[in-house]
């Protein structure tokens, strides 16, 4: 990450990373989608075990090299799940994360002049987002935040970033954040790979055991490891990440 790339994720808890997907990349994914996703009435869905290419986007060079800056060099997968939305596929409105919330898992921390962050989201659109469409939603700069208090989500505070397809928004899950109700005609459709410190899980990591077959090479098997501290390798990043 850069300096100035840093200083914006410091400042508001996420980060917008513009035509970071080529346009055909993305078209590629939404084609794959549109075959598997027919039935969807959920506004959530699985995807990493639908195609080898979601398993690549996992291990992206780019993005592995900002989450090193973000997490450190043993980092894992969590989890991931993509998701969906149109004016009938819905979820209630909520903000939810902040610091040190979920037993203290959500933290975002400096110390000698490095920051140390648990859960972090990387969110890649695969469709347009207009501000005031809905989806995601978040309170920047809450996961510095001193007082313990829960805004509205329709609060003055409350932002609700614009997106392209192929954008990346990265965020810390100490960031006060949430969803609020999709208002457009085109669809919302992102896919969510969340990251956790190599030490850490969000979720029961025996859930994510039935997808290590699925991994291609070592950069994916190192990713899908189960959390430990004691004789773990650190990750092994692929150059363009550095
Ligand atoms: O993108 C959204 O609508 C919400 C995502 C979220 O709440 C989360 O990742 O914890």
Redesign the pocket.
Known sequence: MTEAEIYEFDLNGYIVYRDHLSPDHVREMNRILDGELRELSH?TFRFLDRHPCFMELMAHPKTLGILRTLIGEWLRLDHAYG?Q?TREIQ?GE?L??GPRHDQGEHQYQWVQGRMYNGLI?V?YALEDVNSGDG???CVPGSHKANVSYAPEVDSHLVVNPSLRAGDMLI?T?ALV????RWNSENR?R?L?Y?YSPGYSAWVDAERMKQLEPLAANDLQRALLRPPSVGGREKVPFPEAGD
């Open positions: 506004w998701i939305m979820t909520n939810h994360g989201v969110m989806g995601f939603v965020f899950e954040h949430g969803t609020r919302r992102s969510l969340k």
